[in-house]
Structures are given as structure tokens and as C-alpha cells.
């Protein structure tokens, strides 16, 4: 069996490869951006129509690691409920409301699925409709299997991307997010005038510099790539917002580079896996703000006493140091996930092509994941 990606939109590509997606990122940010009424325009219809107070989101893989950033975009910017579920769990274990104190009608069910096939995202989108709750999926291709157990079908604008793992899926799927938790934010007002405009500010700001975070990424990749791609293991620490990124970089590791890598808030990673830190592991931090930053430049400092090999990947102030990655590019902490999974990126398909591995491929021969179409 072969791997199911169908994506309707033409490729721009002669011959697709992950590196030639992730250098795509600038142009297909901007372009999303600029297409934005797409997209936020139905979910907001949904979204206010209903008075909808509590939204949980659903996906599988990378898209599941976008549902946490959703989350959390919608708890803080929006100041509502929200909540991000692996599929069958929430299916057996969970339900929407256990407070009781929501009605049905003002629950939305989200799932985030690039090509509309992922299995569990799908059946949990169809429980959801036989349960009579707002169904709404985000997906790239709107006649994908997703799109028949949902209320609303929202086009997410990736294009093509033909190769197994996903690394624009991703950047456009969570910029789509947050541009819905902007204007919800905005039409319930939760935010001023003067706020949307500086969240809009904000994020074409970032867009528009966008290629310079992929070269800076680049670079550090070119770097530190002996030490990288020679590791035992690779751990990626976050803080909060930043979780998603540290999981997101152990899939994308895990898919094309296929070092054993993890991915855990970092003062979890202190308890217990610092037992086994040894000079040959790389470990990532990355991002964080505030008092969390301060926090962090703490513990790489302890981290450094065992391994060389610690990386930051921020935007905050740094100094020279060039196991680092810092960003000359500046942006607030809930956009920065789009710049800070970009190192990581290359880490995965770069260095996975600096060991021979093509990561056009995918070896594992099982459809458990994906429906066909
Ligand atoms: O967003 P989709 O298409 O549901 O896919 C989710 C996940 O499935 C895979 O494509 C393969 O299982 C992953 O690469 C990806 O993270």
C-alpha cells in the first residue's frame, strides 16, 4: 500500500521533496495571510452564530500539535474554554462538558486534518456529529473523507504537499488557528481595535520576514550539524506554548532523521530523564518568555555541565554563541511557534539527507493511520 496524501492544488514543484516544502514557507505564509477572509471567515460565522463558549480540537500527528496551540489561543486570546484531545481517547474517556453547565449548541468540535484521511480525526468528527454537537474541520482537501461527518468545511490554503511528513501543513494550519482566535477575540471583543490591528501587524510582520527565519534556521542547522545528526538522542524542551514546538520537532525528528527523539516540558525533563544525560545527547530549548526564559537560561546552564551539545532556539537576546539559534526576527510569543519549528525542520530533513535517509519515503507499509481516497 501507498502512502494517502491527495491534495488537489497544482504543485509547484517539478519533484517534490520536504526541503523544497519548508523553503516554500515564506511565499505560502504570505499567501495565506493574504487569503485569510478563506478561511476565518466561515469558522467566525460558526463561532458567532452559535455563541459558541467552548472549543475542543482534534487532529492526529502534526496536526494534533497544532490543536495545542489552538488551545491555548483560544484560552488566552479569545478568554474561553478550550481543550486539545488525542481522538480515541476523548471517544472512550472524556466527554465535552463535565462541568454540565454548557449546552450542547455551544460546543464546537475542531479537526485539524491537512489531508482529510487521518483515521481517528475522522471518526471522532463523525461521533461528534451523531452526538448532535457543531462539527467544523480544517483541511486541505474539501472533499477529503473529514469533510462528511462535519457541519462547516474550511479550506486550510497548504497546496500540495505530496511527500509523507508534513512541515508547511503544519506553519499554515497554525497561522490559520491563531488568524480564528484573533478575529473571535476581536468580533466578541475580547480585543480592541487597537489590539486586532496589532495582531494583524504582528503576524504580516512575521510572514513577511519569513524567509529570513528559514535561512537563519538554516544556517544554525549548517552549524551544528556534525554534533546533530551524530547524536544518541535528541531531547526538545518547552514551557507551556512552546510544548507544542518540542513535540512537534520529535515527530518531524522521529519521521525523516529517525534518531530516538523526545520532546517533554522541561522541568519534567529534570525529573528523572536528566539520570541518563551523557555527552553524546543534544538537548533543544526552546523559545519561552519572561519568567520562563529566565528559568531556561538557568537550566541550559546546568545542562551544559554534561553535554556541549545544548541548543537555544529564541528570539529573545542571547549573545554569540553558536550552538544558538536566535532569531533576528522578533515576534510576541503566540506567533513565535511558526519561526521556532523551523530549526527543527531542517534538523529532521536535512540531516536526514546528510545520512542518506529519503525522506520521500515512508517505509512503515501499514495503512493504520490514513483512509485511502
Ligand atoms: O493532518 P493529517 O493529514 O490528518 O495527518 C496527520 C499526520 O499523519 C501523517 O501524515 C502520517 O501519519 C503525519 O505525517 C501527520 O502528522
Known amino acids: 500500500m501507498t502512502f494517502q496524501k491527495n491534495f488537489k492544488e497544482d504543485s509547484i514543484m517539478a519533484e517534490p521533496t520536504v526541503l523544497g516544502y519548508i523553503k516554500e514557507q515564506p511565499e505560502r505564509l504570505k499567501y495565506v495571510f493574504e487569503n485569510k477572509d478563506v478561511f476565518v471567515k466561515p469558522f467566525v460565522d460558526v463561532f458567532t452564530k452559535n455563541n459558541i463558549k467552548k472549543v475542543i480540537f482534534f487532529g492526529s500527528g502534526t496536526s494534533y500539535n497544532v490543536s495545542i496551540l489552538g488551545t491555548y489561543y483560544f484560552k488566552h486570546l479569545v478568554g474561553i474554554d478550550a481543550e486539545y484531545q488525542y481522538p480515541t481517547v476523548f471517544k472512550n474517556y472524556e466527554k465535552a462538558d463535565w462541568s454540565g453547565l454548557l449546552k450542547k449548541d455551544e460546543i464546537l468540535y475542531v479537526g485539524i486534518s491537512q489531508s482529510g484521511t487521518s483515521i481517528s480525526t475522522c471518526e471522532v468528527m463523525k461521533f461528534a456529529q451523531q452526538e448532535g454537537y457543531h462539527t467544523l474541520a480544517i483541511t486541505g482537501n474539501l472533499n477529503s473523507e473529514i469533510t462528511k461527518y462535519v457541519d462547516t468545511k474550511v479550506h486550510l490554503l497548504v497546496g500540495d504537499e505530496l511527500t509523507p511528513p508534513e512541515t508547511k501543513g503544519y506553519t499554515t494550519s497554525v497561522i490559520s488557528v491563531y488568524l480564528w482566535a484573533v478575529e473571535c477575540a476581536h468580533v466578541t471583543g475580547k480585543m480592541s481595535d487597537a489590539e486586532y490591528e496589532k495582531a494583524l501587524d504582528e503576524t504580516k510582520k512575521l510572514v513577511d520576514q519569513f524567509q529570513t527565519v528559514v535561512d537563519e534556521s538554516e544556517a544554525w542547522y549548517d552549524r551544528n550539524r556534525t554534533t546533530i545528526v551524530n547524536s544518541d538522542r535528541l531531547y526538545f524542551l518547552g514551557y507551556g506554548i512552546d510544548f507544542a514546538t518540542a513535540i512537534e520537532a520529535q515527530l518531524k525528528v522521529g ?89 527543527f525542520q531542517f534538523v529532521a530533513a536535512k540531516g536526514a539527507k546528510d545520512i542518506g535517509i529519503d525522506t520521500a519515503i515512508n517505509p512503515f507499509d501499514e495503512n493504520l493511520a490514513h483512509y485511502k481516497d
Open 255 to 343: 519521521e525523516m532523521l529517525r534518531l530516538p527523539a523526545l520532546g517533554y516540558e522541561i522541568e519534567e525533563y529534570s525529573h528523572g530523564p536528566t539520570m541518563a544525560i551523557s555527552k553524546k545527547q543534544t538537548i533543544c530549548i526552546i523559545g519561552s518568555d519572561e519568567g520562563e526564559f529566565e528559568h531556561s537560561v538557568d537550566f541550559s546552564k546546568s545542562f551544559k555541565k554534561y553535554t556541549d551539545r545544548v541548543h537555544f532556539i529564541t528570539c529573545k537576546d542571547l549573545g554569540n554563541d553558536p550552538r544558538d539559534c536566535v532569531f533576528s526576527v522578533k515576534t510576541n510569543k503566540y506567533l513565535a511557534p511558526l519561526m521556532f519549528t523551523v530549526p
